[in-house]
């Protein structure tokens, strides 16, 4: 086998691990539908007063939905070739959006975090909500979470869009207090 063909082969070994890894401890990759994001980013008013966080950034479409309507916003990605597409996607925005290749959960969240954004499966939405009850976010609002809700919170609202999944509302601050 030629020596190019092994490099290339284990280059590619070496993205796809951090990529299985991150839909093992958050999800896959999956696209969030714009329509859902728009509605609900309507919905709780975000604005040039806002700090957006992504937890699992994936194509970076939050961050700029943010960004659009003047909030900033700070991504988190696990994967490699999910980090590469979003820092693409969002490089001309590098003022006001950040993608950071990391693990969230080993991660402090930004002080001046208003608005969490979370697409992960259910298996891990209660380690989120553990993680979010360390964090120091004396700004918080709200967390959204696309398509899965806490079995144990009810959602202060659900805003459901046409072939969209739905996006889960929560007071940031009565989530994490009902964690602890």
Request: aromatic share 12%; proline share 8%; no cysteine.
């Amino acid at each position: 086998m030629p020596l190019f063909l092994l490099l290339l082969i284990l280059f590619g070994v070496a993205l796809l691990i951090p990529t299985a890894y991150a839909g093992f401890i958050g999800a896959p990759y999956a696209p969030t539908r714009q329509p859902a994001i728009n509605k609900a980013f309507k919905l709780i008013g975000l604005g040039q007063d806002d700090f957006v966080i992504d937890l699992g950034a994936g194509d970076g479409k939050v961050l700029l939905s943010a960004n659009s309507v003047g909030a900033k916003a700070v991504g988190y990605e696990l994967s490699p070739i999910m980090w590469f597409v979003s820092w693409l996607r969002v490089v001309k925005n590098n003022e006001t959006i950040k993608i950071r290749l990391r693990n969230f959960y080993k991660q402090k969240l930004p002080p001046e975090t208003t608005v969490v954004f979370a697409f992960l499966m259910p298996d891990n939405m209660p380690r989120l909500k553990t993680y979010l009850a360390k964090q120091n976010l004396p700004r918080a609002k709200y967390l959204l979470s696309y398509v899965f809700p806490f079995k144990d919170v009810a959602p202060e609202q659900i805003v459901r869009t046409p072939k969209s999944g739905a996006v889960y509302i929560y007071d940031l601050k009565d989530l994490v207090a009902s964690s602890k």
